[in-house]
């Protein structure tokens, strides 16, 4: 079972591909830590609603973390010219940890070198032109330890996917309950 998350807050992040699946995994009794991509603990998303980190990633040791969620939002384009998140992203596949990305984040999973021709991920419909084997249709997907979605819509869907793979399919369906959703609505 993987027990400490790691959640990346960015700056123009679509804020609920963070919030939901911070909740639903915390639900699910997992640790899980928001931490500023930034120099401050307030992150103010694309719909101008600031969260509170839990610590800056500077100020952390993502090696004492067993998976990685990254939101998306148009913040993923800065995140992009940077590179950390990538390399960031590639060192927790690199050493079997899971990694998951919703809406524009899986362009970093790309940019990591994390996906290959065949693969074919969920995003939002505007990755399409860089991630051509995109999987439009699914709210989750399954990449054997890179788990991706499409956009704030699937938000919900995205962490009970993420709860079941990293809590137990048994806990994703009593968090899904708990919110009066049933077993089937657990990807």
Same mark, same amino acid.
């Given at each position: 079972?993987?027990?400490?998350? *790691? @959640?990346?807050?960015?700056? =123009?992040?679509?804020?609920?591909? %963070?919030?939901?699946? +911070?909740?639903? /995994?915390?639900?699910?009794?997992?640790?899980?830590?928001?931490?500023?991509?930034?120099?401050?603990?307030?992150?103010?998303?694309?719909?101008?609603?600031?969260?509170?980190?839990?610590?800056?990633?500077?100020?952390?040791?993502?090696?004492?973390?067993?998976?990685?969620?990254?939101?998306?939002?148009?913040?993923?384009?800065?995140?992009?010219?940077?590179?950390?998140?990538?390399? *960031? @992203?590639?060192?927790?596949? =690199?050493?079997?940890?899971?990694? %998951?990305?919703?809406? +524009?984040?899986? /362009?970093?999973?790309?940019?990591?070198?994390?996906?290959?021709?065949?693969?074919?991920?969920?995003?939002?419909?505007?990755?399409?032109?860089?991630?051509?084997?995109?999987?439009?249709?699914?709210?989750?997907?399954?990449?054997?330890?890179?788990?991706?979605?499409?956009?704030?819509?699937?938000?919900?869907?995205?962490?009970?996917?993420?709860?079941?793979?990293?809590?137990?399919?048994?806990?994703?369906?009593?968090?899904?309950?708990?919110?009066?959703?049933?077993?089937?609505?657990?990807?």
């Amino acid at each position: 079972m993987t027990n400490r998350i *790691l @959640l990346l807050l960015h700056p =123009d992040l679509e804020e609920l591909e %963070a919030v939901g699946p +911070a909740d639903l /995994l915390r639900r699910a009794g997992l640790d899980v830590c928001m931490a500023s991509t930034t120099n401050r603990l307030l992150v103010t998303g694309r719909n101008q609603i600031t969260l509170q980190a839990d610590a800056l990633l500077d100020d952390i040791n993502p090696d004492h973390f067993d998976a990685i969620i990254v939101p998306g939002g148009p913040g993923v384009a800065a995140l992009r010219e940077d590179g950390r998140t990538a390399s *960031l @992203l590639k060192a927790f596949s =690199d050493t079997g940890r899971p990694v %998951a990305a919703i809406c +524009a984040a899986p /362009l970093l999973l790309k940019d990591g070198g994390l996906l290959g021709d065949a693969d074919s991920p969920a995003a939002h419909f505007t990755c399409r032109e860089e991630l051509p084997m995109l999987d439009c249709e699914s709210n989750f997907v399954d990449g054997g330890g890179i788990y991706t979605s499409r956009s704030a819509g699937d938000a919900i869907a995205f962490g009970l996917g993420l709860a079941a793979r990293l809590a137990g399919r048994d806990k994703a369906i009593e968090v899904a309950e708990t919110i009066c959703l049933s077993a089937t609505d657990v990807p």
